[in-house]
Every structure is written in structure tokens, then in C-alpha cells.
């Protein structure tokens, strides 16, 4: 079941491999992501000292907050991954130009797991293209749809 969904990377980027990270988080955290308090448009993925962090994701601490917790929405996230997987992605990070993308949010066994993509930067015409291309298969609905109904 999907929390939260960066829908911006799929248009700013070519998603050339997925994968999935478990996500250091405090218990107010998680608590304001199952009431739905979470923002992924602005996240980007960022390596430090051979390890993922998570920036820009935005959770908006609930106002029943306890009062000894000072929340931090932007708070800076640690990811969770196996060291190898690590070593590669930072590998091709780093020799071919690839970005690392927050795609979702999501539970699965009863955590929160980020599924992150490592991603190349689309240009402007190539955005351009996939509007077009998203607009025409609208468009070949509605027409089918029309050309359906039109029939009985």
C-alpha cells in the first residue's frame, strides 16, 4: 500500500533501476505518516560517509505531538540498505552521471520502506515528448470511449 508518491521524478527523470530502502525514522514520524502528513516531491537521495540519506521529505508533525518531542519536518532520513547494494549504486552515482530519486513510500510488513530509483536527468525535449505522448493516449481514450457509446 502506497503513503506517498513522488510522481515529479517520473517526469523529470528516466527511471533506469529500482530498488528498496528501509527508512530510520522516530516514532512521531510515523505516527504523522499514518495520518498522512507526508510531502516526497522535493526528496532527493544524497550519499554521505558510504551511506543513503534522504532529504527533502517532508512530514508535518501532528499537533498532538508530545511536548518533550521537538519535531523537525525536514529532518534529514537515513536509509537502509545492504552494504553491496550500496557500493554499487554509489559506483554508478558516481562514473555515469546517474541520480538517486525517492519514487514512493509504502508499508510492507508493517514498515515504512522508501523505494528509491537510480535515475538520468530527462532534457527539456524529452519532457516534452512524454507530455505529448501522455496527452495522445488520453485523447485515444476518450475517442474509444466516444466511438463505443456512439455504436449503441
Request: include cysteine; charge should be positive.
Amino acid at each position: 500500500m502506497s503513503i506517498a508518491e513522488n510522481r515529479r521524478a517520473r517526469y523529470d527523470y528516466h527511471i533506469e533501476e529500482r530498488f528498496e530502502a528501509g527508512i530510520v525514522l522516530e516514532g512521531w514520524e510515523i505516527k504523522a505518516i499514518r495520518a498522512g502528513q507526508v510531502q516526497l516531491t522535493d526528496g532527493y537521495v544524497v550519499i554521505r560517509d558510504g551511506e543513503l540519506h534522504l532529504i527533502g521529505c517532508r512530514i508535518n508533525a501532528l499537533r498532538s505531538a508530545s511536548t518533550h518531542v521537538h519535531p523537525e519536518a525536514d529532518r534529514t532520513k537515513k536509509l537502509l540498505m545492504h552494504k553491496e547494494q550500496i557500493r554499487r549504486l554509489i559506483g554508478k552515482v558516481e562514473q555515469k552521471g546517474f541520480t538517486l530519486v525517492p519514487l514512493d513510500l509504502h508499508y510492507k510488513g508493517g514498515r515504512v520502506k522508501a523505494e528509491i530509483a537510480l535515475a538520468k536527468g530527462k532534457a527539456e525535449h524529452d519532457k516534452r515528448d512524454s507530455e505529448k505522448k501522455k496527452d495522445w493516449e488520453r485523447e485515444k481514450g476518450r475517442l474509444m470511449r466516444h466511438k463505443v457509446s456512439s455504436k449503441t
